[in-house]
């Protein structure tokens, strides 16, 4: 019982998710290394889907899914370098007709996952058999703030200028954008099913946001009366070219560990440039460049496998 391809994914595009039982590790045998920092009670994220670690008798249980529903059922043994993905149950036993036991993540049983603080930030890097890094799990501690902040940097931040010139500018680490309306500053992210969305409101105003190559496009939309989680185009689109030379955020891929929904708010143009930026780094490549580009060609591959 498991679920693949849960990394390729824009934040405003609506994943249905298999609701599964909770977690609880089952018999491993394998002694913990001592040097292994203690992730109990820690909740990690990639920023759209999360689980939080609880120990156990041999490990770690570990158990979430996205703030719409749950899904993930997993847990983490360690071992000499790290932890290992096994099987986990609903702590029930086995005779109980209730009890559940399986694999429910991104990836397959027996990846390495292994704890780092890379540019400040705590994370847990996944590893497939290969030996390639497939996933990235920060810690956090607030989910809700987690996702608005990566819409907010990510998917909407930069310079641009609007047909007639006007400059608008999306901040970076706070909801705030300049140029847009004449009677609002600062929008708010609206959820769809729970999850924050790539739509915002200002003021009088709703817009849904799309990331192009130039900059953003800006489709103005309302919402629906029968149902709070659907909005409908209202007019023409807004496009918004970006100021050359501005930052587009694609810079981070040298100076951040990139989890898979940020990497998912760029285009598919962008995506390629950053990857033949690190390309070109050869064997000077720094851990950080080495886990984004093995995270970006697994993107890519998702996204291939699901056309």
Request: glycine share 10%.
């Amino acid at each position: 019982m498991k679920m693949k391809n849960m990394k390729k994914r824009t934040i405003w595009a609506f994943l249905t998710i298999i609701v599964m039982g909770l977690v609880s590790c089952q018999n491993q045998g394998n002694k913990e290394n001592k040097e292994n920092t203690d992730i109990a009670g820690k909740t990690w994220t990639d920023g759209l889907y999360f689980f939080t670690s609880t120990k156990c008798d041999n490990g770690y249980n570990c158990e979430g899914g996205s703030v719409h529903e749950g899904g993930i059922m997993f847990a983490l043994i360690p071992t000499e370098e790290g932890f290992v993905a096994a099987k986990g149950n609903n702590g029930l036993e086995k005779n109980d007709s209730n009890y559940v036991e399986g694999y429910s993540f991104s990836g397959e049983e027996g990846d390495k996952f292994l704890q780092k603080v890379l540019n400040d930030k705590a994370m847990l890097i996944q590893y497939d058999k290969s030996g390639k890094a497939v996933g990235v799990y920060v810690e956090t501690n607030d989910i809700m703030q987690t996702m608005y902040s990566d819409l907010q940097r990510f998917a909407f931040s930069g310079e641009y200028t609007k047909e007639d010139g006007t400059k608008v500018v999306f901040s970076a680490d706070k909801p705030e954008v300049t140029g847009l309306s004449v009677d609002a500053t600062t929008y708010a992210i609206q959820s769809i099913f729970e999850i924050p969305s790539g739509l915002f409101t200002l003021g009088k105003e709703a817009y849904s946001v799309e990331r192009t190559d130039e900059g953003l496009k800006l489709q103005p939309v309302t919402q629906s009366k029968e149902d709070t989680d659907l909005w409908e185009d209202t007019g023409k689109a807004l496009v918004l070219k970006r100021v050359a030379g501005s930052d587009d955020q694609t810079g981070t891929v040298s100076t951040d560990v990139l989890t898979s929904t940020q990497i998912g708010f760029f285009t598919k143009g962008e995506r390629q440039k950053m990857l033949e930026s690190l390309k070109a780094k050869g064997e000077k490549a720094s851990e950080i460049e080495t886990i984004n580009l093995q995270m970006l060609e697994s993107f890519d591959a998702d996204e291939e496998d699901e056309e």
